[in-house]
């Protein structure tokens, strides 16, 4: 999938004219003008794992190498070069991470840019209300907890008290990473999408793994304390339905992907429908640097496989260039084989917030279809 490569002065010529990497239609040549050593191209293709990045060699009066990509992708990555993340200087387009750093980003040649069409749309501005939320002692600390909150604009739903809710996991990186709001905006303002409000909550930070790990206590905080709260500030009606059998919908990507899963599963009267993005359930352990993330079969899996299915609807969707990816096919399997009312979509990114960025240009109209005329 990796590797050095020989390259004339055009392929130089072209990475100064219009920047590092080169894109053909078979994948991308990253090209290093700097000081030696060539550095280390890790990125999503490896799992972000430099050990498993490409090495530039020195070859035509620079460092080269490449990788190889399907037409469509994207992809994010980063160097590393003397022992140092540094930037690539011939790649404009870069990203935050959340992790305080920046990942250089890559479209191929047919990458569908997806969200970019979608919010080219001259449509309705909705409202974006911050405030925080004190959560009880069932939750994870810390339990004074930033809530974000959003309304369709006024005049798409001038009444709030009929829409359905959005709980959004991880919700600052879907707010201000993935600007979720202007996605939202821009899919009810023209129609493909039935409205919604949305409900933003702050993670845990660095107890995160422990809050979305399948856990019920999360579980509970999330259906008894956070959803009714977001309901009375948004001025929703507790008892309203929408398309599942539960009042809200919940949306989450990894971990937070598992624990959207885990509601749907365990509190379908609450969560109705669900959108789980690169799902982190393990089928089998999963070995990682420094430690292995186990199996998640005592809950969420065991209940699957043992339970009737859950009424609740269910969209998973996972990235072709992840680690996650074949694992997110089993689940789907699984789910569908036990009955779930289950879309499952392979998408052509990684494990980033752009790639559920774009993913849920689909998602959200399929789990929350217009109105019919």
């Known amino acids: 999938m990796t590797e050095a490569v020989s390259i004339d002065a055009a392929v130089v010529e072209a990475a100064e004219r219009t920047g590092s990497p080169v894109l053909d239609e078979g994948g991308a040549t990253f090209v290093w003008l700097g000081d030696g050593p060539g550095p280390v191209v890790f990125g999503d293709w490896c799992g972000w794992e430099p050990a498993a990045g490409l090495r530039l060699e020195a070859t035509g009066g620079a460092w080269a190498g490449r990788v190889e990509l399907a037409s469509n992708a994207y992809a994010e990555y980063a160097l590393l070069h003397r022992g140092r993340r540094v930037p690539d200087p011939l790649n404009p387009n870069k990203v935050d991470n959340g992790f305080d750093k920046w990942n250089e980003q890559l479209w191929m040649p047919e990458a569908p840019h997806l969200l970019e069409a979608v919010r080219g749309r001259d449509v309705p501005a909705g409202s974006i209300s911050g405030g925080r939320l004190r959560l009880p002692f069932l939750a994870a600390p810390p339990r004074d907890r930033r809530l974000d909150l959003y309304l369709p604009a006024p005049e798409i739903a001038s009444d709030p008290v009929q829409l359905p809710l959005l709980l959004v996991l991880d919700g600052p990186d879907y707010l201000e990473r993935g600007e979720l709001h202007r996605t939202l905006d821009a899919l009810i303002g023209d129609g493909a999408m039935a409205p919604v409000a949305a409900a933003f909550l702050a993670n845990a930070g660095d107890a995160r793994a422990i809050e979305y790990g399948a856990s019920d206590f999360t579980l509970a905080v999330l259906a008894d304390v956070v959803v009714p709260a977001a309901e009375e500030r948004l001025g929703l009606g ?19 992907g598992l624990m ?19 799902t982190s359930a393990m089928l089998d352990d999963h070995a990682l640097p420094g430690g292995t993330i186990p199996a998640v079969r005592l809950t969420t899996l065991a209940l699957i496989e043992a339970a009737p299915p859950s009424p609740a609807r269910l969209w998973l969707d996972a990235g072709d260039l992840e680690w996650l990816a074949e694992p997110n096919d089993r689940l789907a399997a699984l789910l569908q084989g036990r009955g779930w009312d289950v879309t499952y979509r392979r998408q052509h990114g990684g494990h980033n917030q ?15 279809p217009p109105a019919r005329a």
Do not use: K, N, Y
């Open 238 to 256: 507790m008892h309203r339905m929408h398309a599942g059998p539960g009042r809200a919908a919940i949306l989450g990507s990894s971990l937070g």
């Open 354 to 368: 752009t790639s559920w960025a774009d993913a849920l240009v689909e998602a959200l109209p399929a789990m929350f």
């Open 260 to 278: 959207a899963l885990h509601a749907v599963a365990r509190r379908p009267d609450v969560f109705g429908t669900g959108i789980a993005q690169s």
